[in-house]
């Protein structure tokens, strides 16, 4: 639906619960899709939100609370009665069950746990962290047997009328619930009704154990076109599927939290309008001063060459230009490594040839900003053995920005930080202090200072 028509659905919502009306407003947000219902309910007052979620039809509350922010839902679900919090939640698939009751009191969660039907689908997946496979699975899934006709298979699936999402491949286990096959729909719908599951399934199956990152379960997917992932235990026990609506999801949680610490800040937790501007501060506040701390490196190199400066004023009109691009240059780096990262491209085994690759990309990077610069600073008038100072300082800086860009996300992924958080402005600010340095040292090399 286009963003004007759901302000005049709003618009609609809104008069209905001035006038107290809640019928007419459950009315015209049980026609709209789950994902416009919640983009409607989500504009709402927390008072409002209060009142009408419980008048819903279950499964649209359920489809609601799944849409939302995972703080947003938690919050309002703290705020409803547990009666009405168990009707809803019985309707959620078991995977975005556990993820709310893990983000809401644990008395709370244990008290919708004690009244829900099908609670144990959801109490083994509140044992894994939220960003494993095990957080990521739904424990809703229809396993066949090797000896089991196609025939046999198919009326199982009717049997159980599986939602949607989950019927792209059926998983085959043994006897002992071990994981050794896997068969498309597609192949069960078109062989012989009399064929054994064990004949058309395929035993090469890819699967993760339960706790494998949820990036790596997202990588694996988009890597083999996966639209369901099998998770199992340590014995190949199959537990659970992760399906490719759950892995959209973690990749737009994850490019998001990348992008925003790509700015040097800390990841917000809920939608940014939804934030209020203390948390924002608190999210910012601390990387601006280590940042501010770390930038105070560039004034002492500036004291430290405070001599020189003197001596040739005229060698401070280049320093913006020269720190601003290394910095520039060392940013492309960065954000052209984290991604081949997160792709895949690379790994920390290739530390060697990223560096080297990159020290040949910055010579050659260098070597043309040095032309430019040694004729941009004849044009300012400046000496020849100034403007050679300035293009050598360049080379020497892009080549060393462009080296350190490539080692510190790989640096970092070694010891299981972010690696966004060394890019961006962590990165510009590591490079105009050791850029100044290279850049005074040349000048005191070049012009005998």
Excluded at 197 to 209: A, H, R, T
């Amino acid at each position: 639906m286009e963003p004007f028509a759901l302000d005049a659905v709003l618009a609609r919502v809104r008069a209905a619960l001035e006038r107290d009306d809640l019928t007419s407003a459950v009315e015209i947000i049980e026609s709209l899709r789950p994902a416009d219902q919640a983009d409607v309910f989500a504009e709402l007052d927390d008072e409002d939100q209060v009142s009408l979620l419980p008048e819903l039809n279950p499964a649209d509350s359920a489809d609601i609370l799944e849409e939302l922010d995972d703080e947003e839902a938690a919050e309002l679900v703290s705020s409803l009665p547990t009666e009405a919090v168990i009707r809803i939640v019985d309707e959620m698939e078991p995977d975005e069950a556990a993820d709310l009751l893990g983000d809401i009191d644990p008395d709370q969660a244990q008290a919708v746990l004690a009244g829900m039907e099908d609670a144990d689908e959801v109490r083994p997946l509140l044992l894994h962290p939220d960003d494993s496979a095990g957080g990521l699975m739904t424990s809703e899934f229809l396993a066949l047997r090797p000896r089991m006709t196609a025939a046999e298979a198919i009326q199982a699936i009717r049997d159980w009328k599986p939602e949607a999402e989950s019927v792209y491949y059926l998983f085959v286990v043994d006897a002992h619930r071990r994981l050794c096959g896997v068969v498309s729909l597609r192949h069960l719908i078109v062989a012989d009704p009399d064929t054994p599951i064990g004949q058309i399934m395929d035993p090469e199956v890819i699967s993760v154990q339960v706790g494998t990152d949820q990036e790596e379960c997202a990588r694996l997917m988009s890597r083999y076109d996966l639209l369901a992932l099998p998770v199992v235990d340590a014995n190949g026990v199959l537990l659970g599927i992760v399906t490719i609506d759950d892995v959209v999801d973690v990749l737009e949680q994850e490019a998001t939290e990348d992008i925003q610490r790509l700015g040097g800040a800390q990841p917000l937790d809920r939608s940014y309008l939804d934030t209020s501007v203390f948390s924002i501060f608190r999210k910012r506040i601390g990387w601006l001063l280590i940042l501010f701390i770390t930038e105070s490196l560039t004034g002492s190199v500036l004291r430290f060459f405070e001599d020189e400066l003197k001596a040739v004023v005229a060698l401070s009109f280049f320093v913006p230009l020269l720190i601003g691009t290394g910095g520039n240059a060392g940013s492309q780096t960065t954000s052209t490594i984290i991604r081949a990262l997160a792709i895949g491209d690379i790994d920390l085994g290739d530390a060697i040839r990223s560096l080297w690759h990159e020290l040949r990309v910055g010579l050659l990077l260098g070597l043309g900003m040095a032309a430019f610069a040694f004729i941009r600073a004849l044009t300012w008038g400046s000496t020849p053995d100034l403007a050679l100072t300035v293009a050598l300082a360049i080379m020497a800086i892009v080549i060393w920005a462009n080296g350190l860009g490539s080692v510190l996300p790989l640096l970092a992924a070694r010891f299981r930080i972010d690696p966004a958080i060394v890019s961006g402005p962590v990165m510009s600010t590591l490079v105009d202090a050791t850029g100044l340095f290279i850049y005074f040292s040349i000048a005191g090399a070049i012009l005998g200072l």
